[in-house]
């Protein structure tokens, strides 16, 4: 034997946003007027009736372990918002909560997967899902899309990567970081694919109320009962509630997944924090007007991001209609030099504008999209018009 790590661990990429986001913090505690677009959490605090929630479990005592997949009367808040915000008809003994969103999805993986399964993830994606899919011994498969049909994943592209070894599909609708949604039609061509081919879908749906304009949320289990017997719908409170720090996702699943999550999870962490469970039951309860100003906030700084972004030279961009980033598709860009050197990839156009303009963003090779970067609005209006100044007088020296 030797002291050599894991393979598994070996094989983990860690984040590559990191670098940057370092870069930024260390510039600003040196005193610089740095821009950060990387902010992934709301820039607001978790609304007062929650963290009054979350004062009485303290002082109630509510301080103890609770059964390990969640307390049954916060399953029971879970699978009422199921019903009322998603038409999703499921019983507490389908509800796993966990530690956030990551941890729902991990768990997930860890029950639907043997070694060498596939998993299909539509690129670009959130970066966390392949490196989950490979710590749970699977095999993620990159189903690459376009720009044209704004990132989403076809019934064709989907065909064009199954193998007998595909086990599930992974959706993100709205999705981080295109911003974009699935329509009902859309979603109704990859159900019945789903079904045909008996594959499960892990439905990601953690910015579901963040949406803008006429875009409509819509939860692949909702059509049918076929293809809600396959689905796994992961929802979470940190990014519509602003509870990022708090650790609390769920899930509704079929009854045997469920049950082999919580089987998992007793094992692995016991129960999420029984505080924050409190707290969540208010979020899902309680008062939603917060929940309402966040979003109308949100979509002001969209609507101004979207409108500056897209007039910018040798970038393009989508309307982002749900989440809360604009995707910037930069392969125009980095084709031209910047003081005499061609910038060549997203990654060093990131370096360029942190170095020479204070500008933090995220370059998205990670993401599965050389060539593009995302802008997070969820920073103030002020921040906002002040970091796209930069970024536009950056874009303008490049010849
Ligand atoms: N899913 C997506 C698409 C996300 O962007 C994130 C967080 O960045 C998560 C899940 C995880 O959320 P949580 O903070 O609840 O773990």
Redesign the pocket.
């Given at each position: 034997m030797s002291l050599e790590l894991s393979k598994k661990a070996l094989a983990v990429k860690p984040s590559a946003t990191l670098a940057i986001t370092a870069k930024a913090k260390e510039l600003k505690a040196a005193g610089e007027d740095v821009v950060g677009f990387g902010a992934?959490?709301p820039d607001f605090n978790t609304p007062d009736n929650i963290c009054e929630a979350a004062i009485k479990a303290i002082k109630d005592g509510f301080t103890k372990y609770t059964p390990a997949s969640g307390t049954n009367s916060l399953k029971e808040a879970v699978c009422k918002k199921f019903k009322d915000f998603n038409g999703l008809d499921y019983k507490p003994s389908q509800i796993v909560i966990s530690?956030?969103?990551?941890?729902?999805?991990t768990n997930i993986f860890n029950v639907i997967l043997n070694p060498g399964d596939e998993v299909m993830i539509p690129a670009p994606y959130?970066l966390?899902y392949p490196e989950m899919v490979k710590m749970a011994d699977g095999v993620p498969v990159d189903v690459i899309t376009e720009f044209d049909n704004e990132y989403k994943a076809t019934v064709a592209d989907f065909e064009k990567a199954f193998t007998s070894k595909t086990k599930a599909i992974v959706l993100?609708t709205p999705?981080?970081p295109t911003g974009m949604l699935y329509t009902k039609e859309e979603l109704e061509a990859i159900a019945k694919f789903a079904v045909e081919k008996d594959i499960y879908v892990v439905s990601?749906e953690?910015?579901e109320y963040l949406t803008y304009g006429d875009a409509k949320h819509v939860s692949i289990a909702s059509l049918g009962d076929e293809i809600y017997k396959r689905t796994i719908t992961?929802s979470?409170?940190?990014?519509s509630y602003a509870m990022?720090g708090w650790?609390?996702?769920y899930c509704g699943a079929p009854e045997n997944v469920a049950k082999a999550m919580s089987a998992v999870q007793s094992h692995a962490t016991s129960n999420p924090n029984s505080i924050a469970q409190k707290a969540t039951e208010e979020a899902l309860l309680g008062p939603q007007d917060s929940i309402a100003m966040m979003k109308k906030e949100f979509d002001e700084r969209r609507k101004y991001m979207y409108g500056r972004v897209s007039k910018f030279p040798h970038v393009s961009c989508h309307e982002p209609q749900g989440?809360f980033y604009v995707f910037v598709d930069a392969n125009e860009a980095i084709k031209l030099s910047y003081k005499g050197e061609k910038v060549n990839s997203a990654a060093r156009l990131a370096e360029i504008l942190i170095d020479d303009y204070k500008t933090a963003v995220i370059p998205c090779e990670s993401f599965a999209a050389d060539g593009h970067f995302r802008l997070s609005y969820a920073i103030s209006m002020e921040t906002i018009k002040k970091g796209l100044d930069r970024i536009e007088e950056f874009l303008n020296e490049l010849n």
């Open positions: 992934g959490e530690n956030g969103g990551k941890h729902v999805l959130w966390s993100n999705s981080n990601d953690m910015y992961v979470g409170v940190a990014k990022t650790r609390i996702g989440a």
